[in-house]
């Protein structure tokens, strides 16, 4: 058992800045930590009895489909749909020239002079409002102009059958003028490009991110001993996930329910009330299981995600009857990621491994998650940064930040490093340890920081280096590149990476805690699911801070709209915010308890209280004692009738704000955590292949509330990053525009017998600003790896390829033999 001593922060609201909590109560850790839990979604979906979106029904419901375009970009001259309307069972068809939604567009909040918009300038990240914020420009619910191939296009039906609603789309008379595409940034920003935007004479999207400096690169430049420059690309890659897109709407009078597969419900609630024009208040969603997201359902840009909950609240309004949309797997494949970048680097270094001066010029297609230079201040002393990012709209898809908003910034981090380390041979853990640090300032401010705070003064990077290095054997193998050939003829290479470990890049929840009449234990707040196995820990959390067994804990249908919403799971910080809030919630609650207790006792305070075992205890005379069953037995929420149940429920709530992006070291607050990631990979110089035969995670958690989740989200990282690396790639056909691998077969997508075996290793340094010190881990490993494998081929064969996803035909044209 350990105890929490460390310190915790919350939001200073007048200054803007984080400083301890005072009088954090210290608690035994017995459910924390704990392995062999049972996790709370585990029977459902394990029994196959797990209900998805895609499996509601409801009575008399009506299937939604829409026409998705054939064309990369182009127009509709001519439509009629005479023949789908008469055929039988067709129950209404939608056009873009329907009074309802022609020329209205998505998100009229979403995007500025809107929602995002009011939040840059609200923060002081930018002067005015601006237009998409690095997005692709507003896209009509249903227009008569196609951007991409595969968008949501011209007419949309709803029948008694999906088959139904197919045919009918099929029937649907069409004539269209095709208009020319461009499909590469690069190509898009050429003067003789086609301008893909109405009423814009460039490509160019806006973003108030288009250009970070830090000090003087030049000046850094002029300092370094070595000037390291080269390019790199990365192509496009999807979320991939298993369930489809589908959404089921029904109407009660005036107020609408709404089944989503969402990784936001509470923002998608938001935008879809504000497009409706209807009151919050008179919307209910329901979030059921979700089968993966890995961010694509969180994108308010997206036609596909948010225009067909759209279109289906239009279609039961009309009709008077529940309908449920739907998308095939080929309609599936939308919303890139947003790392599509091809990145120019020049690089200043000393011969001992100091880097001077990084400048960086960033070219998006569609969207830019994050600029790239941005990990470098969070935890580098580098002093001389610069980074231009341009975002340029192409004919593809809406892009977000799927399987991680962090990856511009981790694909940079790890090919600087590696490229810098290479130049001067040196191991490039040596090179993480002369530069680890943070804005500009050496470790020493950190170790500085850790002591004014509360913190244990220890070196996470050097931790995870040192468990990463022996369990891959570093010392033993690393070898200079091109140098050792296996027995079996392939080529050895190994490489390393590192970075810090996020955990509060954003997160806002609230939820409620109530204890039952029994003396169990109920968590209200709606969330979304997407496989991470969240709620164990929140359970965890809360029966160590009410001195429970995790048993007594439950969480109330997460699907249900009940009025609280818990952080939405993604940017690594659903378990530091989150578990925040339940903590609190869980220290009312107990404050709620000792004090209805208090009355039951003679002569005792409720702080002379304290709970164990489901017992509440005089702390100096532990033999007195009361069940907390049998202090809450008449504190009912609501009864019939007065007398026996005459006092008022244990019930409380909390709320948190974890900040907001960028808003780390304005606050004071650097990320104290590191991770550290390990690959080794063999080469067969013949066929270009490139075979991952180990990978080692070392990832600082700083406190592991539920290990087996931790772990978990390390391993199936390491497989998703690996993926991204080798074999996962769209590929759109250069003539028509047309994205050729719309399934999960041509899409090759990892598994666990790819690549491996994989070493799950996490480090508990209590560093993190989350409780009891934890940091996030979901995201990590997954947006680590995919630039790793660059080095690794590197070391094996001496030649970089850093045009990503490595595949054979690139290893054989770096080789001379293609």
């Known amino acids: 058992m350990a105890s929490d001593n460390l310190g915790d922060y919350e939001r200073v609201q007048e200054e803007g800045k984080y400083s301890l909590e005072a009088d954090i109560p210290t608690i035994t850790f017995t459910e924390i930590g704990k392995r062999g839990i ?95 914020w690095g997005l692709k420009p507003v896209r009509p619910v249903l227009g008569d102009e196609a951007w991409y191939e595969g968008q949501p296009v011209g007419v949309a039906v709803a029948a008694d059958s999906e088959d139904i609603a197919n045919e009918a789309l099929r029937l649907v008379d069409m004539d269209w003028e095709e208009l020319p595409f461009v ?321 509060d890049v954003r997160g806002t929840g609230s939820a409620a805690i109530l204890i039952e009449n029994d003396g169990t234990v109920s968590i209200i707040g709606q969330q979304a699911d997407i496989g991470v196995n969240p709620w164990t820990a929140y359970c965890q959390i809360v029966a160590d801070e009410l001195g429970m067994r995790y048993q007594d804990i439950n969480i109330k249908p997460f699907d249900l709209d009940q009025g609280f919403a818990l952080m939405s799971p993604d940017g690594s910080c659903n378990l530091c915010s989150n578990g925040i809030v339940l903590r609190k919630a869980a220290r009312k609650a107990k404050k709620m308890l000792l004090e209805l207790a208090a009355q039951k006792f003679e002569d005792v305070r409720p702080e002379e209280l304290d709970t164990k075992d489901r017992i509440i205890y005089v702390k100096s005379d532990p033999k007195r004692e009361k069940t907390i069953k049998e202090v809450v037995a008449r504190a009912m929420p609501m009864f019939a009738s007065a007398g026996y149940w005459s006092e008022a429920p244990v019930i409380a709530w909390a709320w948190h704000t974890h900040g907001v992006w960028g808003e780390a070291l304005e606050t004071g607050r650097p990320r104290l955590g590191r991770q550290s990631h390990f690959i080794e990979v063999e080469v067969d110089t013949e066929t270009g292949t490139v075979e991952v035969s180990r990978v080692v995670n070392v990832n600082d958690v700083g406190k592991a509330v539920s290990p087996e989740t931790v772990e978990g989200q390390m391993y199936g990282g390491s497989y998703l990053g690996v993926g991204r690396s080798l074999t996962e790639e769209m590929i759109w056909d250069g003539k028509t525009g047309v994205l050729l691998n719309r399934n999960l077969l041509d899409y090759k997508y990892a598994t666990m017998v790819d690549y491996g075996p994989v070493d799950a290793i996490f480090l508990e340094t209590g560093l993190g600003h989350g409780p009891y010190g934890a940091i996030g881990v979901g995201e990590a490993t997954a947006t680590m790896m995919p630039a790793l494998l660059g080095p690794a081929v590197y070391n094996a064969i001496g030649h970089w390829i850093d045009d990503f996803p490595i595949t054979p035909d690139k290893v054989l044209k770096a080789l001379g033999k293609a």
């Open 38 to 132: 049972r996790r709370m979604d585990g029977y459902e979906k394990a029994s196959g009895k797990a209900i998805y979106t895609r499996d509601m029904q409801l009575p008399g419901m009506l299937y939604g489909r829409v026409l998705m375009s054939p064309y990369a970009r182009a127009k509709i001259l001519r439509m009629d749909t005479g023949r789908a309307e008469a055929l039988p069972g067709v129950r209404s068809i939608m056009r873009y020239d329907d009074p309802e939604i022609e020329g209205r567009g998505l998100n009229g909040s979403y995007f500025a002079p809107g929602w995002v918009g009011r939040q840059l300038k609200r923060s002081g990240l930018v002067e005015d409002e601006l237009e998409g």
């Open 183 to 503: 499909l590469d940034q690069e190509e898009a920003l050429k003067p003789d490009a086609p301008i893909l935007r109405p009423n814009s004479d460039s490509n160019l999207l806006e973003d108030p991110r288009q250009l970070l400096e830090v000090g003087d690169v030049e000046k850094g430049f002029k300092e370094a001993d070595r000037i390291i420059e080269f390019t790199a690309r990365r192509n496009a890659h999807l979320w991939a996930g298993a369930e489809m897109a589908s959404v089921l709407v029904r109407w009660r009078g005036d107020n609408l329910e709404m089944w989503l597969r969402e990784q936001q419900p509470y923002h998608a609630k938001m935008l879809f009330a504000e497009w409706m024009d209807l009151p919050m208040n008179r919307i209910t969603v329901h979030s059921p299981y979700m089968g993966c997201s890995f961010g694509e359902r969180g994108n308010p840009a997206n036609n596909p995600s948010n225009g067909m909950n759209i279109l289906a609240a239009l279609f039961s309004k009309r009709t008077g009857r529940p309908v449920k949309f739907l998308y095939n797997r080929n309609e599936t494949f939308f919303g890139e990621s947003g790392d599509m970048m091809v990145s120019y680097f020049k690089v200043g270094a000393k011969e001992d491994g100091t880097i001077t001066a990084v400048q960086i010029k960033n070219v998006f297609a569609v969207y830019m998650c994050t600029p790239g230079i941005e990990h470098f201040i969070d935890n580098t002393r580098i002093p001389n940064l610069k980074c231009e990012a341009i975002t340029v709209d192409v004919s593809k898809a809406a892009a977000w930040w799927d399987r991680c908003e962090q990856l511009p910034n981790t694909f940079c981090f790890t090919l600087v490093f590696d490229h810098v380390a290479a130049e001067l041979g040196m191991d490039p853990t040596e090179v993480a340890l002369k530069n680890d640090g943070y804005d500009s300032r050496d470790t020493t401010h950190l170790s500085k920081y850790k002591s004014e705070h509360g913190f244990p003064d220890r070196d996470s990077l050097r931790e995870c280096i040192k468990a990463g290095k022996k369990a891959i054997g570093w010392d033993e193998k690393w070898h200079p590149p091109g140098t050792k050939k296996l027995p079996n003829g392939k080529m050895h290479g190994m490489a390393f990476t590192w970075d810090h470990a996020w955990d």
